[in-house]
């Protein structure tokens, strides 16, 4: 409520019954708790590895002056305290500076705050207006105009398209702008740092929490351990790292990837793990989690065509690999599948080994101290009528090696 809305500490002291001085003393610990957990930029584009990243500056107004001269913005003849924005090619914030006072020209802060020196040591190009011209080379700005001459049809249409691919940072500074202690500030200038490194805190808490920034970095660190100990980046679709989803985040990944939404960078950073990026690869493996969700349960893969699991239609996804030629140019796919269930493909009927399954892990259950005599059921299925049925004579003689054995 302090920093989105920005109530006043007599409203915040009034809503949770406690005095200003202590309503006070709780708002500066918070603030200065988050900006404590602040990331810096070369963190944040480590992490968030964009193609390139666009830098703007905005005036976070002040009612409460320091120095009048120092803080009054002659651009925008206001006193307040400049900070400089960081986003990403969408408009997403990725960084907020810390503030200067509202006189400092915008070049001015990006070289304090060395934006500029980082953003090349990353390899990562900046696109800015006007008021970074002179930056350097890695810093695309406008064309200006020439003494008296107009700019030719081809520099113009670079403004525009300059322009155009610009215009997503004014979205990251309104999102700043929503949190309206950036609107007119009811404190000291000095302490606008720390609520911009506290905000910066929470813009990327909430962004981590779509699986966006800080948690992508986490996700390639759990990535990078599992192909450490197991080869391949081939992950299960249920399978968890140190208790983290991998499976479900590589498999959004996936589909970033396909949707056109991952930058260059983080796609080259998957690739040197071994990522795969096939489609049909990583349908599978979301499939082969269900098969092996469903076998966990039931103890075979021999599923009626309606059985379900993770919400995938396992029954009819495995009775189609069945088909015959199904898996003839991926081994590897019927291998995984022999690895969950020996028996998935039997050269017998499915409902035979089904109730062979049932049978079997009742009397794995029971140490083989019971009697499986008609009217008993696993699963719905009279599994005592089945095996009766299996030891009369004819039925018997009519088995195939495998089944006997079995």
Known sequence: MYLRRHDTLAQLAAGFGISVGTAHAYTTAVVDLLAGRAPGLLRVLR???????????TLAE?????????DFSHKNRRHGVN???????????????????????????????????ICERQGIPVLADRAYIGAGP??????????????????????RALSAARAPVERGISRLKSWRIFRRARCSPNRMTSIAKAVLTLELK???????????????????RYVERVGDARVPYDHKEDAQPLGQWVAEQRRAYRAGQMSGRRAQRLEQLGMV?????????????????????????CAPRTAIALGKPVGQLVSNLRRPGALDKHPERAAALAAIDPDWNPAW???????????????????????VQPGVTVSGMDVGAWLAQQLQPTVWHALIDGQRER
Do not use: K, M
């Open 47 to 57: 992490e968030a590895g964009p193609n390139y990243v666009l830098l703007d500056g």
């Open 62 to 70: 002040c009612d409460r002056v320091g120095d009048s001269r120092a």
């Open 83 to 117: 900070v400089q924005v960081v986003t990403d090619s969408a408009g997403r914030l990725l960084w907020i500076s810390p503030s200067l006072p509202g006189r400092a020209h915008d070049l001015t802060a990006a070289r304090t705050h060395r934006i500029i020196r």
């Open 138 to 159: 890695w810093v695309t700005t406008a064309l200006r105009h020439p003494p008296g001459r107009e700019l030719t049809p081809t520099q113009q249409t670079v403004n």
């Open 206 to 224: 909430t962004l981590s929490g779509t699986g966006w920034c800080v948690d992508w970095a986490r996700g390639w660190t759990a990535l990078r």
């Open 277 to 301: 990026w096939d489609a049909a690869d990583a349908a599978f493996e979301e499939n082969l989690a269900a098969c092996r969700a469903y076998f966990e349960q039931h103890f075979t893969l």
């Open 349 to 371: 009927p499915v409902t035979w080994q089904r109730h062979y399954a049932a049978v079997r892990e009742l009397l794995r259950d029971e140490d083989g101290q019971t009697e």
